[in-house]
């Protein structure tokens, strides 16, 4: 059986025995609150929990390393609608000690891109047409540079009303304890 073919019969049984009803909610979240962290495995559950959070209570967006890497991405517009179409008040940028994105070489991932097949070719002709993959494909020096640029590249974005704060945080994805980088709150009258 295939990967596809175990999630659909488990699908199935969930539908099933309901295990859906638990879930129940609507599309606006509860807290107010939109939350950009990492894609990693460590924080699928964890990072829930230890925020004390339930289905409904926050609108989450996950990409590699909780990065906003352009100001009209499709990061910063996910932020954006979050809070004009489904009413978040506050954002939240949570990065993870660990994270894979640290260090992260654009190098070491088209090596790998070469090993599995991808043609050098492809890279050239993508840098040639003015695709920059050194800066797309890059990570940052520490969890806490890239989750304080995240949080700047949220703040000072034109369309972000000024009565939103913007928070940033570190997770320890062995324990759940967050550190404070950013109180998004501070300067607010």
């Known amino acids: 059986m295939t990967l596809l073919s175990q999630i659909l ?3 199935a049984q969930f539908v099933d025995r309901k295990g859906y ?14 939350v950009l962290t990492c894609m990693d495995t460590r924080l699928v559950e964890l990072l829930p929990r230890a925020m004390n959070l339930k289905n409904g209570d926050i609108k989450l967006i996950k990409n590699a390393g909780a990065i ?5 991405g499709s990061v910063m517009r996910s932020i954006l609608v979050a809070i004009y179409q489904l009413g978040a008040e506050e954002v939240a940028v949570i990065g993870h000690h660990g994270c894979g994105m640290a260090g992260l070489s654009c190098e070491s991932v ?16 993508l840098e040639n047409s003015g695709i920059s993959l050194t800066q797309w494909l890059r990570g940052f020096d520490t969890v806490e ?23 940033g945080l570190v997770m320890h994805p062995d324990t759940g304890k967050l550190e404070l980088l950013i109180d998004g709150y501070a300067g607010k009258a």
């Open 145 to 167: 540079d890239g989750v304080k640029s995240s949080v700047a590249m949220v703040q000072n974005h034109p369309l972000l009303p000024n009565d939103v704060s913007v928070h």
């Open 9 to 11: 019969a488990d699908n």
């Open 21 to 34: 009803e638990e879930f129940a909610t609507d599309g606006f979240p509860n807290k107010k609150l939109v």
């Open 110 to 125: 088209l090596e790998k891109a070469y090993s599995r097949g991808v043609p050098r070719s492809v890279v050239a002709m």
């Open 68 to 72: 906003v890497s352009h100001p009209f």
